[in-house]
């Protein structure tokens, strides 16, 4: 089992910034992909970032060159930094660990993110 803790959400005004944090804790094989969905109202949940434990990334469109994604694998913690934020990015942002030895994928709990313009 793994447990997912996330923070970091909040209300920021267009333009801003905000940083995610997800720790991971439990039973967590070396083989993994850490990274964030999000969940606009309304719409389907859909990737933002993922991350290998060995740094590769895989970033959606529509946040390139706005949002970073980076981990500390010693941490099993996973970071967003979103900058240039918009109100079409106002969502509830879920953490999700993929576990590939089992093949299993975790999800957090969510923290909402909410752009004001």
Not at 69 to 78: F, G, Q, Y
Request: glycine share 10%.
């Amino acid at each position: 089992q793994v447990q997912l803790v996330e923070s970091g959400g909040g209300l920021v005004q267009a333009g801003g910034s905000l940083r995610l944090s997800c720790a991971a804790s439990g039973t967590i094989f070396s083989i993994n992909t850490m990274g964030w969905y999000r969940r606009a109202p309304g719409k389907q949940r859909e990737l933002v970032a993922i991350m290998t434990n060995g740094g590769n990334t895989n970033y959606a469109e529509f946040v390139k060159d706005r949002f970073t994604i980076s981990r500390d694998n010693a941490k099993n913690t996973v970071y967003l930094q979103m900058s240039s934020l918009k109100p079409e990015d106002t969502a509830v942002y879920y953490c999700n660990f993929y576990d590939a030895h089992l093949r299993y994928n975790y999800w957090g709990l969510g923290t909402q993110v909410t752009v004001s313009s």
